[in-house]
């Protein structure tokens, strides 16, 4: 069993620093240290333009509210016919349709009152 390094050489700046100076990178440490690595994922980020999601303040619109209405409704559209064909779709029968209706009815009664 080898003693734990105390230093370690960062690939990007070749210069010796304390191992607190590396990211951990699930159970290894990074091979670049802090400094570097900021420097490299800000560079990375200028390229490609992409902001990591957890520090964008205003992501805007994701999943299915950053597609236009009309694609919206076509892979909606989808999902109905893929359930119609398969059979496995809900189908209410007059007696379900009578108690979804009695439901409603008495949460319309509650709000009401
Ligand atoms: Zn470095």
């Not at 370690?8 to 802090?34: N, T």
């Amino acid at each position: 069993m080898k003693a734990p390094k105390t230093h370690k050489v960062c690939k990007a700046c070749e210069r010796e620093k304390p191992i607190e100076e590396y990211y951990m990178q699930g159970k290894y440490r990074a091979a670049k240290c802090k400094k570097c690595h900021q420097i490299y994922q800000k560079a990375w980020q200028e390229r490609t333009g992409y902001i990591m999601p957890s520090r964008n303040p205003n992501p805007g619109p994701q999943g299915f509210a950053s597609l236009s209405p009309e694609r919206r409704s076509q892979v909606s559209r989808l999902g109905g016919h893929a359930v119609a064909i398969k059979g496995t779709g809900h189908r209410f029968t007059t007696e379900t349709g009578r108690v979804a209706g009695k439901k409603g009815g008495l949460v319309r009664k509650k709000n009401e009152a």
